[in-house]
């Protein structure tokens, strides 16, 4: 079974800075707090669908 990659998305300007590969044992959507070249800060980055 492929593991399927998820795009993390800047909540501020809605930018996929990252993607990441899905863990199948989660039952939360991912929520990580990294760097965005676009608002030059660190930001929550949400998994897009
Ligand atoms: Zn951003």
Same mark, same amino acid.
Do not use: D, I, Q, W
């Given at each position: 079974?492929?593991?399927?990659?998820?795009?993390?998305?800047?909540? $501020?300007?809605?930018?996929?800075?990252?993607?990441?590969?899905? $863990?199948? $044992?989660?039952?939360?959507?991912?929520?990580v707090?990294?760097?965005?070249?676009?608002?030059?800060?660190?930001?929550?980055?949400?998994?897009?669908?």
């Open positions: 079974m492929p593991l399927r990659k998820v795009a993390l998305a800047c909540v $501020n300007c809605g930018s996929r800075n990252y993607t990441v590969s899905e $863990n199948k $044992n989660r039952t939360e959507r991912l929520e707090k990294k760097f965005c070249k676009h608002c030059g800060k660190h930001t929550l980055h949400k998994e897009t669908r």
